[in-house]
């Protein structure tokens, strides 16, 4: 049974427009306030998509692969299995991601905002990577 991957396709696109319009030459001409606000977006819109991600990694290996294969395992394992399963490509920067995710959830700080804004902007082209796998080989 195929996976619905409207959610996932939204949100990539969605993300993708964040950081189009948090392109350098565009915010540097704004204000530092509508700066920090854009970012924000760009931030939020990271882990919104990160998080349905790993999710539908997860659906497709169940749903694909055995419906347990998934349960309790590691992030790190996870990804892994997508790897070796030629959803995702490169096991550490998607460690990468999720440190990043991590740290947004847990404390507001402008240095750690920053560090995960620059990594957001990374990750844009993986989710999109990781999109066309899972519409590839969604039958």
């Known amino acids: 049974m195929p996976l619905d991957l409207s959610s996932l396709q939204k949100a990539v696109e969605s993300f993708d427009r964040s950081l189009d319009v948090a392109a350098k030459d565009k915010l540097e001409s704004m204000p530092a306030d509508y700066q920090e606000v854009i970012k924000a977006g760009v931030i939020q819109n990271f882990e919104f998509t990160y998080e349905l991600c790993w999710k539908f990694m997860k659906r497709w290996l ?26 995702i490509e490169d096991v550490e920067q ?34 999109a990577r990781l999109l066309q796998a899972l519409e590839a080989r969604n039958d």
């Open 62 to 87: 169940e749903t694909n692969l055995s419906p347990m294969i998934a349960d309790g395992v590691t992030r790190r394992e996870l990804f892994r299995l997508a790897a070796e399963s030629r959803l």
């Open 94 to 127: 998607w460690m990468i991601y999720h440190d990043a995710r991590n740290q947004t959830a847990h404390i507001y700080d402008p240095k750690i905002a920053r560090e995960v804004y620059e990594t957001a902007r990374g990750f844009v082209k993986d989710a």
